[in-house]
Every structure is written in C-alpha cells, then in structure tokens.
C-alpha cells in the first residue's frame, strides 16, 4: 500500500510523463517548421496541426510543478533555486514560442514571420534540451549540502557531457515523436517528407539512447538498488523502439506515433523507478539526498491534495481528450480542417 508521500511522488511522474508525452510532438512540430518545412505555407500547415492542443499540453509542466510546489516543497525549493539559470530560459522559451504562434500570422510580411519562425524553432528545441538536462543532472547526483541547498556551478555541475548527451537525446526524440505526430496530421508530399525523416532519425535516435543509458550505468548508482525492475522497463523500451521502426517503415503512422510515445513514457517512468525514494540526489554525502519523506508536506495537506486531485482530475482528463476527438481531423494545404 502506497503511502501519500510515495502516490504523490507517482502523481508528479505520471504529470511529467503526460507533458512529455503530449508537450513533446508540440516540440517536435515546432523544430519541424526549421527543418522539415520548405516554405511559408507548409510552415503554416504545420503550427495548425497542433494549434488546438499546443496551450492545453503545456499545462501538464504547470502541474506537475505545482504538485511539486504543494506535496514536496523541499523538493520544489531546491530544485527551482539551484536550477535558476536553466528553468528561466525554458520559462522564456516556452513564452516566446507561445507568443510566435499567436502573432505570426498578424502581419503579411515575410520578415515579420521568419522572425516568429526562427522564435518557434528557438522556443521549441530549448525545452526539451534543458528539461533533459536537468533531468540527467537530478539522477547524477549535485551538490546538496545539509540544509537542503543545491551550489551548483553552471559548467561542470549543470551542463555536463552526461547532461548534454541526456539533453540531447530528449530533442532527437521529441523531434521524431512531433514528425510521426504529423503523418497523423498532415497530408501529401508534406506527410510523406516527414514519414522519411522521422524513419531517417531513427538510427541516430537509438545511438543516443544507448549511449545515455549506457552513461547512467556507469555515472549513476541507479541501477544498483532497482537494477531488475530497471532492466525489464529498459527491455520493453527496446521493444517499443524496434516496433516505432518497422511501424513507420510500413506506413502505420498511428502505432508508429504510439511506439514513439511508449518510448518517453518508459524513458521517464527509468528516470523515475531510478530516482525513488529519493528526489534529488546529492553528490555531497547521501546522508543530503532528498527524499519522498524528507522533503514532503505534512500528512493533513497530502490528505487533502489527494481528495482535490482525484475530485478534479477526471473533468481535466475528459476536457482534453474531448479536445483531441474533435480536432482530429487532418490539415490540408490551405491550413484548415479537412473533412
């Protein structure tokens, strides 16, 4: 039986999975404006294919911080303040990029929106990089001293080779989840580019994949404590990468869309399982590291949380996928609705 202290540490894993699950083919599509796009109307085609969904997915990241702020507000603490520097540029990414959306179609003038265009691209890579970043950092382990304070330098403690290779690997997935996501979306010559260059980033793909989880084996101790559990969801990730691969090979772009997205879900459920009990780990003396015990509210406030969420969550769940049965319609080339 789980404590309220361990079902909110699974709560805000599950709100982290959703938003990367949701929020990254948003990503995806926004870096695919830079890269797979040839002109301004196909860019168009493409920010309208997830122009209904954009805002709704990004408020998975506001609750999953906000659930961390109200069940573990050590946690949330130290987090945010040690990772100042990063967490203010996704914050600006993410307003620039929602800011773009709205605004480049406002004046017909192609250097008013190549300018937003180069903003969506920016606010689309930046996210997922730094979001990789830090995630890579919390199960490597920083500097946390007694008093629950991270001083951590940005070169060397931050960004790292580990770090970056974690980074990195999250951009090159959201990438191919956001190009899959568009054989769902779009239509033409447009689908069929973006079909090839979701299959031709696919071996890159998994060279990153390797390589990160190979790091974590050796730069972390996560493998150590729940190395079993850990290699089973590693195996079902392989599994769910090598059907990604022969999906899209075939033209099933719907489970070619689902393996990608069991791909982020495994991916952070390792991150997860790896890091519990703890939260932040600290490279200091593991007598600091911060733990769903240490670092969570009082028992009354968890109750009460607990009775609020699961009051609230199935209306919140119902409205979004409401949104996504009626907007599941393709775009076409004029960048409205096909029906």
């Avoid at 926004?30 to 301004?40: E, F, I, P, R, Y």
């Amino acid at each position: 039986m789980l404590s309220l202290n361990e079902l909110w540490f699974v709560l805000v894993a599950v709100l982290f999975t959703g938003f990367f699950f949701l929020e990254g083919f948003d990503f995806g599509i926004g870096m695919a404006t830079g890269v797979l796009a040839k002109n301004d109307t196909e860019r168009r085609v493409l920010i309208n294919s997830i122009g209904p969904f954009w805002d709704a997915n990004e408020v998975w990241l506001l609750t999953a911080g906000g659930a961390m702020f109200a069940a573990f507000p050590n946690w949330y603490a130290t987090l945010f303040s040690g990772f100042y520097t990063p967490l203010v540029l996704l914050l600006l990414a993410l307003i620039g990029r929602g800011v773009a959306f709205e605004y480049r179609g406002k004046v017909e003038k192609a250097s008013w929106k190549k300018t937003w265009d180069i903003v969506i691209l920016i606010g689309s890579l930046l996210p997922p990089l730094l979001l990789g970043v830090v995630f890579a950092d919390l199960i490597q382990g920083l500097p946390i001293d007694r008093a629950m304070e991270m001083k951590a330098s940005f070169f060397g403690d931050i960004v790292n080779f580990y770090s970056v290779v974690g980074g990195s690997t999250m951009v090159v997935l959201c990438l191919v989840h956001g190009l899959l996501f568009a054989t769902l979306r779009v239509t033409g010559d447009l689908q069929q580019r973006a079909r090839r260059m979701a299959r031709s980033l696919m071996v890159p793909l998994a060279v990153l994949v390797v390589a990160f989880f190979t790091l974590t084996y050796f730069n972390t101790g996560i493998f150590e404590a729940r190395g079993g559990i850990l290699i089973a969801v590693l195996a079902a990730l392989a599994v769910a990468f090598a059907l990604a691969v022969v999906f899209s090979g075939k033209k099933k772009d719907g489970w070619a869309f689902g393996m990608t997205g069991a791909v982020i879900a495994l991916a952070i459920a390792t991150f997860f399982i790896g890091l519990f009990p703890n939260v932040m780990i600290s490279s200091i003396d593991a007598a600091f590291n911060l733990t769903v015990d240490n670092a969570a509210s009082g028992h009354y406030s968890l109750k009460v949380m607990t009775i609020v969420a699961l009051s609230l969550l199935p209306f919140v769940l119902g409205y979004q996928i409401w949104s996504y049965f009626v907007f599941h319609k393709r775009v076409h080339e004029k960048g409205h609705l096909e029906y």
